[in-house]
C-alpha cells in the first residue's frame, strides 16, 4: 500500500521485503509492507499468528536474525532512512526514539541483574552524562509511573521474583523512561489475564498521552485494537490485505479476509452456535503465490486471484484493500518502487 511523504508522518514504511534463506529453500516472509504512522497517532497492526506483525516491528528495528534479510524497501523515521544507516546510528535510535515491548516480558528481562538496573541501564546507554545515581532515581520515579507499589523496594528484585503483570510494567517502565517519539508494543497482553489485561492497556494510554508517543500496537486481539488505536492494519501471511480507521475497518471491512476475521469474534457468533472460522491453512511461503496469498482460503476468489496478484484500491477517505473485487468501483492507488538492498 502506498506511502506518501508526508511531514506529519512520523514513521513511514513501503514496500518491504524480508526473505529467509534457509536450507530447504526461501521463505518469502514478507512482501511489499506498506503504512504509515503519523505523529501522535496510534496504529494497530493485526492478523493471524505467524502473519508477520512481529516481523515487520523487528525490520523496524533492524534486528531481522540470520538467516533473515531485508531484502527491499524503504524505512523512513521522521527525516532518516533507518535502512541506510549505520550499525552505530540506528544504535542511537532503536531503544531511545523508538523503543518496542517485547513479547514475554521474563523472557526479555535480564534475569541476573536486578530490575531496578535494567531501567536505569536503558538511560545510560543513550545519555552518557548521566550518573548512576541519577538514572537509578529516574528508573524508581518510572516504575512509579508505571504503578508498581512501593517501586524503592520492588526496583531491588530479580526478574523471577515478578508475576506477569509486574514484569510486563517493568518492561513497559523501561521501553518509555527514555520517553520515545514511537513505542512499539507488540503483543503486550497476550500472557496476562483479562483483568490485568485491561490494567496494562489503561497504563500504557495514559502514559502514552503524558509523554505523547505515537504507537504501533501489535495484536491478534482486535478487541485490544479497538480500545486503543486511531487506525488499523490488517496483515495476511506477510502481506497488507486492508488499512483505514478502526471504525470504517471494524464496521465496514472490504476484505474478504478481514470479513472473516471479524466473524471470528465471540460477540459475532449468535448464543448457541459454533464459533466461526476462516477455511483452510495460510499458504507455505517457501513457494512464493503467484497472485493474492489469501486466494487459497477466500470464498469469492476467480481463477485471476490465484494468478495475478492485486492492486491496492481506494475504497474511501483513507481506507484501503487490496482485492480484485474492488477493481470495478474504486481508484487504484498510487504505486512506488523501494530500495533494492
Do not use: W
Not at 514511537?182 to 496494562?200: F, K, Y
Amino acid at each position: 500500500m502506498t506511502v506518501g511523504a508526508d511531514k506529519n508522518n512520523l514513521l513511514e514504511v513501503e514496500d518491504l521485503a524480508v526473505r529467509f534463506y534457509t536450507l530447504r529453500g526461501t521463505v518469502h516472509a514478507l512482501e511489499d509492507v506498506s503504512f504509515k504512522l503519523g505523529q501522535g497517532e496510534s496504529v494497530g497492526l493485526v492478523g493471524e499468528t505467524g502473519c508477520g506483525k512481529s516481523l515487520t516491528a523487528r525490520a523496524i528495528l533492524r534486528i531481522v536474525s540470520p538467516p533473515g534479510k531485508i531484502i527491499r524497501g524503504n524505512i523512513r523515521f521522521e527525516d532518516k532512512q533507518l535502512l541506510e544507516l549505520s550499525e552505530r546510528e540506528i544504535r542511537q535510535i532503536r531503544g531511545n526514539q523508538i523503543s518496542m515491548i517485547m513479547q514475554e516480558p521474563k523472557m526479555s528481562l535480564n534475569p541476573s541483574m536486578r530490575v531496578g538496573k535494567q531501567v536505569a541501564e536503558t538511560l545510560m546507554i543513550h545519555d552518557k552524562s548521566l550518573g548512576k545515581r541519577g538514572a537509578y532515581a529516574q528508573a524508581v520515579d518510572m516504575l512509579n509511573a508505571v504503578s508498581i507499589p512501593d517501586p524503592k523496594h520492588m526496583a531491588k528484585r530479580y526478574p523471577h521474583e515478578l508475576s506477569g503483570g509486574m514484569a510486563q510494567r517493568i518492561m513497559i517502565a523501561m521501553m518509555l523512561v527514555t520517553r520515545p517519539k514511537l513505542l512499539i508494543a507488540d503483543e503486550p497482553t497476550s500472557a496476562l489475564d483479562v483483568t490485568i489485561q485491561a490494567q496494562i492497556i489503561d497504563l500504557i494510554n495514559n502514559l502514552i498521552d503524558d509523554i505523547g508517543s505515537s504507537v504501533l500496537m501489535i495484536s491478534h486481539d482486535l478487541g485490544v485494537v479497538a480500545e486503543t488505536c486511531d487506525r488499523v492494519i490488517v496483515m495476511y501471511a506477510g502481506s497488507v490485505a486492508e488499512s483505514g480507521l478502526v471504525r470504517d475497518v471494524m464496521e465496514n471491512p472490504q476484505h474478504p479476509y478481514t470479513q472473516g476475521l471479524l466473524r471470528t469474534l465471540p460477540d459475532a457468533i449468535d448464543p448457541g452456535q459454533p464459533l466461526y472460522s476462516i477455511k483452510g491453512t495460510v499458504p507455505n511461503l517457501m513457494d512464493e503465490p503467484l497472485g493474492c496469498r489469501f486466494a487459497p482460503r477466500c470464498p469469492q476468489a476467480t481463477d485471476r486471484c490465484s494468478s495475478q496478484k492485486p492492486p491496492v484500491y481506494d475504497v474511501g477517505p483513507g481506507h484501503q484493500v487490496a482485492c480484485f473485487l474492488h477493481e470495478a468501483t474504486s481508484p487504484v492507488a498510487g504505486t512506488s518502487v523501494g530500495v533494492q538492498l
